[in-house]
């Protein structure tokens, strides 16, 4: 099952279509996504067994986040061992972990006005929380899981290592920093949810690519670790961390102009895609 959002309203992405879900649902489930994350397991139960109108064409609309407000937003640093590397620090021994504010979270098509000179790109997997818990164990992780979305983890360097210690959390947040989509996919859609491809590309130049079976704390692993401290709520979002690859790694850094196009894809979800403008 594949679900987003259509001018603020839940619908289920069918081929090159989509179906309202309030519509198809005759009201029972609304047509606020978030609502109907509150209710994932009812949703997914008829879901399953609906008799579904046939998908109607976007006719010039666009898919928007499939996850518009999200009260919580969970981020990994280095989770990668090959970026962990290139930042110049060993894999850590435990998930290192950020906010990024709600307020960034934005489409999967979208122009963001850059804040600065040091904005920098991150592709990342997103678990997306449909039953909410504390302290679930990873062997149940899964089961908490509404599904996977493509995340970017757009980042204003200057500003996230400002200070000393630095804070990452106000540098990840500018508007337009969260790009998520284009559908959340649940995890039964995937032979294994657990070992996806992800690549980035800027102006069309492959500058991220890795699996995230190379991750060094797996789906579960962090929703264990997170639930243990911060109660998940329905439609929480995890960025689970980027590969190797980033701007400010390379050698000179490369950060993100005006008229840069990023584009950012998980196999079996889809891609963002993100453009540039000056403030």
Same mark, same amino acid.
């Given at each position: 099952?594949?679900?987003?959002?259509?001018?603020?309203?839940?619908?289920?992405?069918?081929?090159?279509?989509?179906?309202?879900?309030?519509?198809?649902?005759?009201?029972?489930?609304?047509?606020?996504?978030?609502?109907?994350?509150?209710?994932?397991?009812?949703?997914?139960?008829?879901?399953?067994?609906?008799?579904?109108?046939?998908?109607?064409?976007?006719?010039?609309?666009?898919?928007?986040?499939?996850?518009?407000?999200?009260?919580?937003?969970?981020?990994? &640093? !280095?989770?990668? +061992?090959?970026?962990? $590397?290139?930042? %110049?620090?060993?894999?850590?021994?435990?998930? #290192?972990?950020? *906010?990024?504010?709600?307020?960034?979270?934005?489409?999967?098509?979208?122009?963001?006005?850059?804040?600065?000179?040091?904005?920098?790109?991150?592709?990342?997997?997103?678990?997306?929380?449909?039953?909410?818990?504390?302290?679930?164990?990873?062997?149940?992780?899964?089961?908490?899981?509404?599904?996977?979305?493509?995340?970017?983890?757009?980042?204003?360097?200057?500003?996230?290592?400002?200070?000393?210690?630095?804070?990452?959390?106000?540098?990840?947040?500018?508007?337009?920093?969260?790009?998520?989509?284009? &559908? !959340?996919?649940? +995890?039964?859609?995937? $032979?294994?949810? %657990?070992?996806?491809?992800?690549?980035?590309? #800027?102006?069309? *130049?492959?500058?991220?690519?890795?699996?995230?079976?190379?991750?060094?704390?797996?789906?579960?692993?962090?929703?264990?670790?997170?639930?243990?401290?911060?109660?998940?709520?329905?439609?929480?979002?995890?960025?689970?961390?980027?590969?190797?690859?980033?701007?400010?790694?390379?050698?000179?850094?490369?950060?993100?102009?005006?008229?840069?196009?990023?584009?950012?894809?998980?196999?079996?979800?889809?891609?963002?895609?993100?453009?540039?403008?000056?403030?």
């Amino acid at each position: 099952m594949r679900l987003s959002t259509v001018d603020h309203r839940a619908v289920l992405v069918a081929g090159d279509g989509v179906i309202d879900v309030a519509g198809a649902s005759d009201g029972r489930f609304g047509p606020d996504p978030m609502a109907v994350l509150e209710e994932w397991t009812a949703f997914r139960v008829w879901a399953a067994n609906a008799a579904l109108p046939a998908a109607e064409p976007l006719a010039g609309r666009a898919l928007d986040a499939p996850v518009p407000r999200p009260r919580q937003v969970f981020a990994i &640093a !280095l989770n990668y +061992p090959p970026h962990a $590397a290139e930042a %110049g620090y060993q894999p850590p021994a435990d998930p #290192l972990v950020f *906010t990024k504010f709600p307020s960034c979270i934005t489409g999967p098509d979208t122009t963001v006005e850059l804040p600065g000179d040091r904005v920098d790109w991150e592709v990342e997997l997103v678990a997306v929380i449909g039953v909410g818990g504390h302290r679930i164990p990873a062997g149940d992780a899964w089961h908490h899981v509404a599904g996977l979305t493509v995340g970017q983890d757009l980042s204003e360097r200057g500003v996230q290592l400002l200070g000393t210690p630095p804070q990452f959390s106000l540098g990840k947040s500018f508007p337009g920093f969260g790009p998520t989509g284009p &559908a !959340l996919v649940t +995890p039964d859609e995937f $032979a294994d949810p %657990g070992d996806l491809r992800l690549v980035t590309e #800027l102006n069309g *130049t492959v500058v991220q690519k890795a699996r995230t079976g190379e991750m060094i704390f797996d789906v579960p692993e962090l929703i264990a670790r997170l639930s243990a401290i911060c109660p998940l709520l329905p439609g929480d979002l995890v960025f689970t961390g980027t590969p190797a690859g980033v701007g400010n790694r390379m050698s000179p850094p490369r950060y993100l102009g005006p008229d840069d196009v990023l584009v950012s894809r998980i196999e079996g979800i889809g891609e963002l895609r993100t453009s540039f403008r000056a403030a």
